[in-house]
């Protein structure tokens, strides 16, 4: 019953957020052109592969080598604004609404990278991925792949519906105020990170 109203709360939230996300949408296009979303296959509950989908908020340029760029190369002034101000996920209401992610959890990673992490991935798979999470309104890009892992991986021994409304709470904060590390929390997931 429980996720039958989160994917109803995420299909109806969808749709007064349209005119946010057309606005938002030919922001991606005049800044960067097309494709405005950007489509990734990403590891779900138990690991199962689905299409995530997000807002672009990069060129497609290469090097002369023929290898992209790095990410700070190819992230738009607009991109940034979006990843600042998490608008970019705002398309992931639609996976929400079909069931593959939910509003709390942790976020969805590549499939190899997943596989890379070996029983901690299995681990976080154990619960639905989510728009945002313990790691995110903890550091997010600030912290080291292992304090990631460490963070979601607390998060799964602990999700509760209290816990979810702190997250989402800190979220609005992060929007607003942007990333801060918290360094008692990262310590202590650096501390528990190991395989």
């Not at 779900?44 to 689905?50: E, N, Q, T």
């Not at 593959?100 to 991925?129: K, N, S």
């Not at 607003?176 to 997931?189: D, F, H, K, S």
């Amino acid at each position: 019953m429980r996720r039958l109203a989160i994917r109803a709360l995420g299909a109806a939230l969808l749709i007064p957020t349209l005119p946010l996300l057309a606005g938002l949408a030919l922001g991606v296009r005049l800044s960067m052109g097309a494709p405005v979303l950007f489509r990734q296959q990403r590891a779900g509950l138990d690991g199962k592969s689905f299409t995530l989908f997000k807002l672009r908020s990069m060129r497609d340029e290469n090097g002369p080598d023929g290898r992209p760029l790095p990410d700070e190369a190819r992230v738009t002034g607009f991109g940034r604004f979006l990843r600042r101000s998490r608008l970019d996920e705002l398309p992931g209401l639609w996976n929400v609404a079909r069931g593959d992610m939910t509003f709390v959890g942790p976020r969805p990673l590549l499939p190899e990278t997943i596989a890379g992490l070996g029983r901690r991935g299995v681990a976080r798979g154990r619960v639905r991925p989510g728009l945002t999470g313990w790691a995110q309104v903890n550091g997010n890009t600030l912290l080291s792949l292992d304090e990631k892992i460490a963070l979601d991986l607390w998060y799964v021994d602990h999700a509760s519906a209290l816990l979810d409304m702190r997250i989402l709470a800190r979220t609005a904060w992060v929007m607003i105020g942007g990333e801060r590390r918290r360094p008692a929390i990262a310590a202590a997931a650096g501390a528990s990170g190991g395989d």
